[in-house]
């Protein structure tokens, strides 16, 4: 008996070690979106169309890459790494509505979905197969701007 609790007893300090050290990383991809809604001058602006966008994000990301559908304009894009993954992140205008979408392949486990407010911003995100996506924008417009989540 003083074998099982010492055992549990060290098993249970190091599963609170282990979470202590390497906190969860969950919302990490919404958090890059949300910078990069808030200064719109860390993306590199292009002069691309979003096929043109679609096609050199893929060769860096991957393919079969959820992107935005060709009714969005590019205003900026930018790809960067996010825990150790290539991400692109877009920020993108339709009718005036701009927002900032982030994608990434993921490796290991990743949250299903997950919404969050900051502000006058929203942000939604969620898995689409091998992929993890986030989207911001204003909250007043997210009726508009959630239709990137497919």
Not at 68 to 94: K, S
Request: glycine share 8%; proline share 4%; hydrophobic share 45%.
């Amino acid at each position: 008996m003083k074998t099982l609790v010492f055992t549990l007893v060290v098993l249970g300090s190091i599963v609170a070690g282990i979470y202590a050290v390497f906190p969860a990383r969950d919302h990490v991809l919404i958090e890059e979106a949300f910078a990069r809604q808030r200064d719109p001058r860390t993306n590199v602006t292009t002069g691309f169309t979003m096929a043109q966008v679609a096609a050199i994000v893929r060769g860096q990301v991957g393919d079969e890459l959820p992107m935005p559908d060709d009714h969005w304009q590019v205003d900026g894009m930018f790809v960067t790494t996010v825990l150790d993954n290539p991400t692109a992140v877009l920020r993108i205008e339709r009718d005036g509505d701009v927002v900032t979408y982030a994608v990434q392949r993921t490796r290991g486990i990743a949250p299903d979905d997950v919404e969050r407010s900051d502000g006058t911003l929203r942000a939604v995100g969620w898995r689409q197969g091998k992929f993890t996506c986030a989207v911001v924008g204003a909250a007043t417009s997210r009726a508009h701007w959630i239709a990137l989540r497919r």
